[in-house]
């Protein structure tokens, strides 16, 4: 645990409610199930209950009634979920407070993308700058692609900071492929707010030409 998340621990109560409120104030659009919730929080199920009925009653999520489909089951059913609550008075302030404290940054991404292997695009949006609805957090390009080392580092990041990430990894040719082709899910990412952290196969060029 960091300093900063121990403090806050202190602040709000527990590290649990820390990790819930980075959850639902990073993901300010989306729905979950309550077995999503604990999955992706890394929280056992009693203690998530706990947090999120604390976080209910606080207004900052509310519940919602989701048509989905069960793990292993053919037909979507009606179950209970969660989602933010965008009417909550200090909304805005709660994001930039927790965005602030919690260590989403450009450093702490290469300090764990790097263990996957030789990198030659590294691209920050979404989180990282602050537009929480966006498709991708993360985008990179390896020759020697690995997607479990790729998959590892996301996940230690997750770890360190709290919240999902939504990454996609590409071998560096079929990457460089899908900027010339205006490729959508490339375009989702460099057509808004981002930040290229690494670049050693001239992407920055290609996105200049582009525009040409």
Same mark, same amino acid.
């Given at each position: 645990?960091?300093?900063?998340?121990?403090?806050?621990?202190?602040?709000?109560?527990?590290? %649990?409610?820390?990790?819930? *409120?980075?959850?639902?104030?990073?993901?300010?659009? !989306? $729905? #979950?199930?309550?077995?999503?919730?604990?999955?992706?929080?890394?929280?056992?199920?009693?203690?998530?209950?706990?947090?999120?009925?604390?976080?209910?009653?606080?207004?900052?999520?509310?519940?919602?009634?989701?048509?989905?489909?069960?793990?292993?089951?053919?037909?979507?059913?009606?179950?209970?979920?969660?989602?933010?609550?965008?009417?909550?008075?200090?909304?805005?302030?709660?994001?930039?407070?927790?965005?602030?404290?919690?260590?989403?940054?450009?450093?702490?991404?290469?300090?764990?993308?790097?263990? %996957?292997?030789?990198?030659? *695009?590294?691209?920050?949006?979404?989180?990282?700058? !602050? $537009? #929480?609805?966006?498709?991708?957090?993360?985008?990179?390009?390896?020759?020697?692609?690995?997607?479990?080392?790729?998959?590892?580092?996301?996940?230690?990041?997750?770890?360190?900071?709290?919240?999902?990430?939504?990454?996609?990894?590409?071998?560096?040719?079929?990457?460089?492929?899908?900027?010339?082709?205006?490729?959508?899910?490339?375009?989702?990412?460099?057509?808004?707010?981002?930040?290229?952290?690494?670049?050693?196969?001239?992407?920055?060029?290609?996105?200049?030409?582009?525009?040409?």
């Amino acid at each position: 645990m960091t300093a900063a998340t121990d403090s806050l621990a202190i602040l709000f109560g527990s590290q %649990a409610r820390v990790k819930l *409120l980075r959850f639902f104030l990073f993901n300010p659009s !989306r $729905e #979950f199930t309550f077995d999503e919730i604990s999955r992706r929080a890394r929280l056992v199920r009693r203690t998530a209950r706990t947090e999120i009925n604390a976080l209910e009653r606080a207004g900052v999520i509310k519940k919602k009634t989701l048509l989905t489909r069960p793990e292993g089951k053919k037909r979507k059913v009606r179950m209970q979920g969660f989602t933010l609550n965008a009417k909550f008075p200090q909304l805005g302030s709660l994001q930039t407070f927790f965005f602030e404290t919690a260590p989403i940054d450009g450093k702490t991404l290469m300090k764990h993308i790097r263990k %996957a292997g030789a990198v030659d *695009l590294l691209t920050a949006a979404g989180i990282f700058t !602050r $537009e #929480f609805d966006r498709r991708l957090d993360v985008l990179i390009s390896m020759k020697k692609l690995n997607e479990h080392k790729v998959e590892t580092a996301i996940r230690s990041l997750e770890s360190e900071i709290g919240i999902e990430i939504r990454y996609a990894a590409f071998n560096t040719d079929d990457l460089l492929y899908r900027v010339r082709m205006y490729d959508k899910l490339t375009r989702d990412v460099f057509d808004y707010p981002h930040k290229i952290l690494i670049d050693k196969i001239g992407v920055r060029d290609e996105l200049h030409r582009s525009t040409l």
